[in-house]
């Protein structure tokens, strides 16, 4: 990749002032001086934008505009989990240069920043899921870093671009990326236009900061909250509430084992909502070779029914199909095993790459 296109990216993305007070916060031990010490950063403009929907008590809400709030709300959870993640950070399905572009539109109508930026931070996470370079680790970090600090600390505040060349090449890719603001700020205009004030700050704001926690608690609780069923070497965990409420995302567990499938709930039970539109998205068209989870990763833990299924369980299979093994702090297993990892991630990070 050209550094002409990192240039351009990175080029966008400096606000020297905000930075050295953002820098200067994150210094302070003190949380509370941390989260107040500088009253106009991003991160307070955030928390005070919780408070826009109060305005709804002062001006009509119409029932028009509690629909779109829901509406809005599902829509994006859609865009995000099935655009910004299965699709540009993991590509787990194709898409043709315009539904790509559609694709990335809708996500950043969620106001989460820009496709690259996004994508290319969640790579990072897999890469060092759970380790200090973890750009959003609970376990590293603690709830509040990983659910919201991390957003806002200088250290991440640039277009990991390195990470994310395959997309980063397409030039409509970058404008909107940079111009992060248009996607969002159209709802926003679209939002009063169809249901007034009460639509701006019910359909627009109310759903979409509901929109930023759900997203973040994947982020944050699905490494916390839930059962493990496979041994990832991290702390991600399945959990069907957050499956619920974030349409097939809770299923994190599964994905951190085998990250380029589209789907994430990998039985019958598990309720994978985005998958599911992906694949009627597919009869259609729209979605093309939509990557499903191999047999010898689904059964991984059932090496009875991998037998069943004629597939060979390789005592050391366990340990070089497991993205990111456990074994990794085990002292018994050595450096064999930590060669093996590494060469997993490396094939892993090719395919993505
Ligand atoms: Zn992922
Ligand atoms: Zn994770």
Redesign the pocket.
Known sequence: MSTTIENKIESSDHDDLAEKVQTARYKSKNWFIRMLGSSFSGENMFIAMHFIPLAGFFTEVTATAWVLCAVLYFVRMFFITAGY?RYF??RAFRLNRFWQFMFAFGAQTSGQKGVLWWSGH?REH?KYSDKLEDPHSLKQYGFYESHIGWIFNPKHKRVPVEKIKDFAKYPEIRFLSKHDWIAPWSLGVLSFLIAGWGGLWICFFLSTIITYHSTFTINSLTHKWGKKRYQTGDESRNSWVLALTTLGEGWHNN?HFY?HSARQGWFWYEIDITYMILKAMSWVGIVKDLRDVPAKFKFAHRPEKLRELGIEVAPERTNTNQLGSKNLKSKSTGSKSEKRRKNTLRNHEEMIA
Do not use: D, F, G, K
């Open positions: 993640h950070a993991h969640h897999h994905h990250q």
